[in-house]
Nanobody, 125 residues
Framework: QVRLVESGGGSVQTGGSLTLSCAAS??????MTWFRQLPGKEREGVAA????????LYADSVKGRFTISQDKAKNTVYLQMNSLKPEDTGMYYC????????????????????WGQGTQVTVSS
């Protein structure tokens, strides 16, 4: 089982920036996906990147503000978040979509054992 460790969360003011990191203990051929769970809402896909290429996918709510990237040598995926808004506040998780749904333009389901512990992002107004 591959272990995922998210980091980089914190508290910023509106308009600020954060960069999240997701380090995997081993390579996973997948669409590595950042999800978030906002207070009182379902977990939702934010951005995904195909680990064997560079195809990316973004939720409409973050397009133009967030950028997903990867360092294949380090098995690490990043989420650069700019122009943060209070509505971006929540717990952020990374997880591998092993069914490669991002290649079809969708966020895929994640197996129960593939979730990391998450990292909290708080944006104050």
């Amino acid at each position: 089982q591959v272990r995922l460790v998210e980091s980089g969360g914190g508290s910023v003011q509106t308009g600020g920036s954060l960069t999240l990191s997701c380090a995997a203990s081993a390579y996973i051929s997948s669409c590595m996906t950042w999800f978030r769970q906002l207070p009182g809402k379902e977990r939702e896909g934010v951005a995904a990147i195909y680990t064997d290429g560079d195809k990316t996918l973004y939720a409409d709510s973050v397009k133009g503000r967030f950028t997903i990237s990867q360092d294949k040598a380090k098995n690490t995926v990043y989420l650069q978040m700019n122009s943060l808004k209070p509505e971006d506040t929540g717990m952020y998780y990374c997880a591998p979509d092993r069914r490669l749904m991002c290649l079809l333009g969708a966020f895929g389901a994640i197996e129960n054992n593939d979730w990391g512990q998450g990292t909290q992002v708080t944006v104050s107004s």
